[in-house]
T-cell receptor
Framework: DADVTQTPRNRITKTGKRIMLECSQTKGHDRMYWYRQDPGLGLRLIYY???????NKGEISDGYSVSRQAQAKFSLSLESAIPNQTALYFCATSVSGYQPQHFGDGTRLSIL | AQSVTQLGSHVSVSEGALVLLRCNYSSSVPPYLFWYVQYPNQGLQLLLK??????LVKGINGFEAEFKKSETSFHLTKPSAHMSDAAEYFC????????????FGRGTSLIVHP
């Protein structure tokens, strides 16, 4: 089983819908992150969490919200999806800031 | 503030040729540096990392990178490309101190021709 699991892997939805992307991990890491990947733009940080009670905005948090339900679970929500949120979304974990991140396989989200 | 520049959004090499992917960083304090690889329909996987110590770092699949402080560079190399090396490669930097949040480059797509 994967250490970092993202669900769903693919999602097509319509403008204005509420969407939740889920991430769970079995690595026991405190730090969790949500990124979006767009062609030519690399990975951009949406939100990050250092523990259940610590959640922080990244560089592109507008239009997104998160919930850290437990050490192992970190969900990303789009309250009212818009087409320019069409992207590949990744969840990642790390044991500390200077150790490498471990990524899920991503969720491909298309908003029509 | 930290930043990363990857020179060349696409690099094309022939199978068996040298692979050189360039990464320059900006950091006001000693950095931690990483290279990740992304294969189609997969997440990023760590290739190698530099934290402290030896400046020449060896990673998986025959890749290595050298930290050059004077040039603020961390270029990724492999002596002989394989078809299986075709993928997207990302350089990332984390500054020591502060919140230790990494910044990623925009990525370089490596194309390997037979």
């Amino acid at each position: 089983d994967a250490d970092v699991t993202q669900t769903p892997r693919n999602r097509i939805t319509k403008t204005g819908k509420r969407i939740m992307l889920e991430c769970s991990q079995t690595k026991g890491h405190d730090r969790m992150y949500w990124y979006r990947q767009d062609p030519g733009l690399g990975l951009r940080l949406i939100y990050y969490s250092f523990d259940v009670k610590d959640i922080n905005k990244g560089e592109i948090s507008d239009g997104y919200s998160v919930s850290r339900q437990a050490q192992a679970k970190f969900s990303l929500s789009l309250e009212s999806a818009i087409p320019n949120q069409t992207a590949l979304y990744f969840c990642a974990t790390s044991v500390s800031g200077y150790q490498p991140q471990h990524f899920g396989d991503g969720t491909r989200l298309s908003i029509l | 503030a930290q930043s990363v520049t990857q020179l060349g959004s696409h690099v094309s090499v022939s199978e068996g040729a040298l692979v050189l992917l360039r990464c320059n960083y900006s950091s006001s304090v000693p950095p931690y540096l990483f290279w990740y690889v992304q294969y189609p329909n997969q997440g990023l996987q760590l290739l190698l990392k530099y934290t402290t110590g030896a400046t020449l770092v060896k990673g998986i699949n025959g890749f290595e990178a050298e930290f050059k402080k004077s040039e603020t560079s961390f270029h990724l190399t492999k002596p002989s490309a394989h078809m299986s090396d075709a993928a997207e490669y990302f350089c990332a930097v984390t500054e020591s101190g502060g919140s230790y949040i990494p910044t990623f480059g925009r990525g370089t797509s490596l194309i390997v021709h037979p």
